[in-house]
């Protein structure tokens, strides 16, 4: 399985924007379905976007759609979340996650985005 890394996580205005990235080591995660997950104080982990394998499909939780947008980059061997529009609720510890044949098995070791009001 590949060992992913997360990046990109820091405190931000409401309003405003971060980039988060995960890269994979060890293997590419091309033919991988790459998930961004986050998990917010006193809940549980959530879903927030994914971008599919092999057709690229993208699939995000309603409560960041149209707001957050999942990407690719097969050349760089990393999925990104570009996050607009932040919101103080959207505050947590994002995680990615590459799905090994069926579940989300592998996953990183978590940024945190704090977004102030």
């Known amino acids: 399985q590949v060992q992913l890394v997360e990046s990109g996580g820091g405190l931000v205005q409401a309003g405003g924007s971060l980039r988060l990235s995960c890269a994979a080591s060890g293997r590419t995660f091309s033919r991988y379905t790459v998930g961004w997950f986050r998990q917010a104080p006193g809940k549980e982990r959530e879903f927030v976007a994914e971008v599919r394998w092999p057709d690229s499909t993208t699939s995000y939780a309603d409560s960041v759609k149209g707001r957050f947008t999942i990407s690719r980059d097969n050349a760089k061997n990393t999925v990104d979340l570009q996050m607009n529009s932040l919101k103080p609720e959207d505050t947590a510890v994002y995680y990615c996650?590459?799905?090994?044949?069926?579940?989300?098995?592998?996953w990183g070791q978590g940024t945190q985005v704090t977004v102030s009001s």
């Open positions: 996650a590459a799905k090994a044949i069926i579940t989300y098995g592998v």
